[in-house]
C-alpha cells in the first residue's frame, strides 16, 4: 500500500512538475523537485523490495526497512517539495534526517537478507 501510494504521487508530482511547475519556479527550483520527485520513485521500489521481503522470510528488518523508507520519503521528499514551492529556510535541516533514513532502510534490507541467508530461509536458485 505504501509503496503504490509512494509511486502514484511521485508519478502525479512529477507530471505536475513537468507542465505545472516549468514556467513557475525557478530553474534551480524545479531541478530541486525533481530531485525530490526522483527519491520518492526510487523509494517506492525500495518499498516494493522490504515488502517482498518481509512476505518471504516475515523477518522484522524488512518492517525496520519500509518504515525508514517511508520516513525517509516524508522528511527527504517533503522537505525538497516544501523547500522548492514556498522556500522555507528551516526545512534545510530537515532533508539530511531524510536521507539518513533512506540509509537506515537499506542498511535494515540488506541485514534482513543477510540474516534469512545465513539462517538457511533461502534466497538462491533451488528455492
Known amino acids: 500500500m505504501c509503496a503504490a501510494t509512494a509511486g502514484f ?4 508530482l ?8 516549468r514556467s513557475r519556479l525557478a530553474p534551480e527550483m524545479l531541478a530541486v523537485f525533481e530531485t525530490a520527485v526522483r527519491y520518492q520513485m526510487y523509494h517506492a521500489f525500495a518499498l516494493l523490495a522490504a515488502a ?3 512476505s518471504r522470510w516475515r523477518r522484522r528488518e524488512f518492517t525496520l526497512a519500509g518504515s525508514m523508507f517511508v520516513a525517509g520519503i516524508v522528511l527527504f521528499s517533503g522537505s525538497l517539495y516544501g523547500l522548492a514551492l514556498s522556500g522555507p529556510r528551516w526545512l534545510g535541516p530537515v532533508t539530511p534526517l531524510g536521507g539518513l533514513a533512506f540509509l ?6 540488506g541485514i534482513g537478507a543477510w540474516r534469512a541467508n545465513r539462517a538457511g530461509q533461502g534466497g538462491g536458485a533451488a528455492d
Open 14 to 21: 512529477g507530471a505536475f512538475a513537468a507542465h505545472g511547475l
Open 52 to 54: 517482498w521481503g518481509w
Open 104 to 109: 537506515a532502510g537499506w542498511m535494515m534490507l
Open 9 to 12: 504521487t511521485g508519478v502525479g
